[in-house]
């Protein structure tokens, strides 16, 4: 049980390259969702999915994709890097959709991205 | 609209000294409230819930509805304590995906 997988671990990208930053739990979650953590501002909140099909944004989803096409998988998808985009993204999942169970969300171990 | 405030970057105690990680929290319904810490080379993980009224690893946390406020708090601090500790919200019915973070306090205790 591998819990939350993150890949790439490290990742430098040149203004206006496209990537993808993979998820994938092995825990059967419904709810996934991608942040990114910047020196001074937390964890904010960019897409996420209760549900196979099903995504939405979140508090900073300009710039960002997503797509769930499988209970497993929710990559994240950057059309365009700009230099605005240099951060530290996390993944997590929960087997809960709302906070009517524990709200406790497992987290990844981190994505850093710097583009130049 | 929802906020969560931190109000302290770092914060730095000796060991076998109190603590206390302030939360300040705007929101207009009713609101739940979860401290996570993300302890050095480790994952962000959850602490405790207010819904639960637990102790964990000696920390506690009361939510103050008139202060808006969930400070944590540990009579006697450790050094394992040492992480970042974040404070987050969240509406009570609502989606994960309305969770919002605090910018997060680094507790440093020293021996």
């Known amino acids: 049980n591998a819990g939350v997988t993150q890949t790439p671990k490290f990742q430098v990208l040149k203004t206006g390259q496209s990537m993808t930053l993979q998820c994938a739990q092995d825990?059967?979650?419904?709810?996934m969702s991608w942040y990114r953590q910047d020196p001074g501002m937390g964890l904010r909140l960019i897409h996420y999915?209760?549900?196979?099909?099903?995504?939405d944004q979140g508090e900073v989803p300009n710039g960002y994709n997503v797509s769930r096409s499988t209970t497993e998988d929710f990559p994240l998808r950057l059309l365009s890097a700009a230099p605005s985009q240099t951060s530290v993204y996390f993944c997590?999942?929960?087997?809960?959709?709302?906070?009517?169970?524990?709200?406790?969300?497992?987290f990844g171990e981190g994505s850093r991205l710097t583009v130049l | 609209a929802q906020r969560v405030t931190q109000p302290e970057k770092l914060l730095s105690v000796f060991k076998g000294a109190p603590v206390e990680l302030k939360c300040n929290y705007s929101y207009s319904g009713s609101p739940e409230l979860f401290w996570y810490v993300q302890y050095s080379r480790q994952r962000l993980q959850l602490l405790l819930r207010h819904i639960s009224r637990e102790s964990i690893k000696g920390f506690t946390a009361d939510l103050n509805k008139g202060e808006t406020s969930f400070h944590l708090k540990k009579p006697f601090a450790q050094e394992e304590d040492s992480a970042m500790y974040y404070c987050?919200?969240?509406?009570?019915?609502?989606?994960?995906?309305?969770?919002?973070f605090g910018r997060g306090t680094q507790l440093t205790v020293w021996p």
């Open positions: 987050a919200l969240t509406g009570r019915g609502s989606t994960l995906g309305r969770l919002y």
């Open positions: 997590a999942s929960s087997p809960h959709r709302g906070t009517r169970d524990t709200g406790e969300l497992f």
């Open positions: 999915s209760v549900g196979a099909g099903i995504t």
């Open positions: 825990m059967n979650h419904e709810y």
